[in-house]
């Protein structure tokens, strides 16, 4: 079946402009989760949904970036007034259930560049 | 907190040798689970293996094994007759029982060289 999915692909965004990041979780899975991957790193948690449930936005860096999931399928990260260092790859994934004991399934990615 | 350390930056192997991956983790609670995660150069992330905290038994699939050793809090990855295709990073990451935040590596690079 279809994977995780994320649109766009690339980003490219002049500083201090507003970007929305999709995603699109596995058909059916409940859970879904942002992560953020600066170059020669790992991903590094944001936040996480089950169902449409914020759980956790601890990971968010600051209050630029906001995450929804309205209707427990399809999430959207927001970044406002887009800096420099907000420049990484942001991953997506997503879990069949709630809980530590399933595995995460994760997206191509969006790589945004803010010039 | 979780922490993961995977001291390996870059690795270079000759083709059809045997390597292994370094993870060593931290963790103060006693049910957690280890992945490992493989980015090839095409960047998607692809998961390879979870292992939870109660189960110590090394993990066999085809050339890819895994030795889990809680004595020594290591979760290390063995790739046996490497191939050309095995070229990516392998992350290595934790997950503390009862939250849904998994917690990475900063990754090793693996150069298969024909």
């Known amino acids: 079946g279809a994977g995780v999915s994320q649109s766009p692909r690339y980003k490219v965004t002049k500083r201090g402009q507003d970007v929305a990041l999709r995603c699109d979780p596995i058909s059916g899975h409940v859970s879904l989760y942002w992560y953020r991957q600066a170059l020669g790193q790992g991903p590094e948690f944001l936040t996480y949904f089950n169902y449409e449930a914020q759980q956790d936005k601890s990971g968010l860096p600051n209050d630029r970036f906001s995450a929804e999931r309205p209707e427990g399928s399809i999430s959207t990260l927001t970044i406002q007034r887009t800096e420099q260092r907000d420049s990484a790859m942001y991953r997506c994934?997503?879990?069949?259930?709630?809980?530590?004991?399933?595995?995460?399934?994760f997206g191509p990615g969006t790589r945004l560049t803010v010039t | 907190a979780q922490k993961v350390t995977q001291a390996q930056t870059e690795i270079s192997v000759v083709e059809k040798e045997d390597v292994t991956l370094d993870c060593v983790y931290e963790?103060?609670?006693?049910?957690?689970?280890l992945f490992w995660y493989k980015q090839p150069p095409s960047g998607e992330l692809v998961f390879l293996i979870r292992r939870n905290s109660f189960d110590e038994q090394n993990e066999i699939s085809g050339r890819y094994s895994w030795n889990f050793q809680k004595s020594t809090s290591s979760f290390n990855f063995t790739i046996t007759a490497s191939q050309v295709v095995d070229s990516a990073v392998y992350f290595c990451a934790s997950l503390s029982g009862g939250y849904q935040k998994v917690t990475f590596g900063t990754g090793t690079k693996l150069q298969v060289i024909p």
């Open positions: 963790t103060r609670d006693t049910t957690y689970y």
């Open positions: 994934a997503s879990s069949a259930w709630t809980g530590d004991a399933y595995e995460q399934y």
